[in-house]
T-cell receptor, first 114, second 114 residues
């Protein structure tokens, strides 16, 4: 039973447009969410995170939105650049009652077309 | 200022062989994690160390898997009597804090069991 779901295995976006990557979760105890980016033959690298006390966190071109009632978060990249082409993983954890290991989704492969 | 390093990067083992995978975390990071990433999946948690103490090994798939971090720095993941289903990328990550904090990943070891 997958607790973190990324239902789109792939996404193609034109350079300069907005990329929106989605993530759903089932465990209502999750209170901390992260996005990781992965290039081929490299380990995932941390991109941005959000705590459940917030509904938005922004860092440059990257914004993460959290909708707790829908158990949904999304990562917006604007404007998209060819260097953003990678696999993006959503991850979740419980911090407030035990600091549990990260649970990852299956990833979404983003292709930004020049 | 080196990141997390892992060796070997690639390992081919015959079914039934034992393998040992090494992880060198970022200097000063007290927490170390091992993940298994099968093809087309996200990383799945295996085990977690805080310094030399193994605090969580709930993700280890069988008693053929064993991890150690005897001096609180370098860690080794050992798989005994490898099976074909053990074929995956094994990722190591380290962090300054607990499991939910930003984790820095190594490039992984791709294990192929033939």
């Amino acid at each position: 039973d997958q607790q973190v779901k990324q239902n789109s295995p792939s996404l193609s976006v034109q350079e300069g447009r907005i990329s929106i990557l989605n993530c759903d979760y089932t465990n209502s105890m999750f209170d901390y969410f992260l996005w990781y980016k992965k290039y081929p033959a490299e380990g995932p690298t941390f991109l941005i995170s959000i705590s459940s006390i917030k509904d938005k966190n922004e860092d440059g071109r990257f914004t993460v939105f959290l909708n707790k009632s829908a158990k949904h978060l999304s990562l917006h990249i604007v404007p998209s650049q060819p260097g953003d082409s990678a696999v993006y993983f959503c991850a979740a954890s419980v911090v407030n009652s035990g600091n549990t290991p990260l649970v990852f989704g299956k990833g979404t492969r983003l292709s930004v077309i020049a | 200022g080196a990141g997390v390093s892992q060796s070997p990067r690639y390992k081919v083992a015959k079914r039934g062989q034992d393998v040992a995978l090494r992880c060198d975390p970022i200097s000063g990071h007290v927490s170390l994690f091992w993940y298994q990433q099968a093809l087309g999946q996200g990383p799945e948690f295996l085990t977690y160390f805080q310094n030399e103490a193994q605090l969580d090994k709930s993700g280890l798939p069988s008693d053929r898997f064993f991890a150690e971090r005897p001096e609180g720095s370098v860690s080794t993941l050992k798989i005994q009597r490898t099976q074909q289903e053990d074929s995956a990328v094994y990722l190591c990550a380290s962090s300054l804090g607990g499991p939910s904090y930003e984790q820095y990943f190594g490039p992984g070891t791709r294990l192929t069991v033939t």
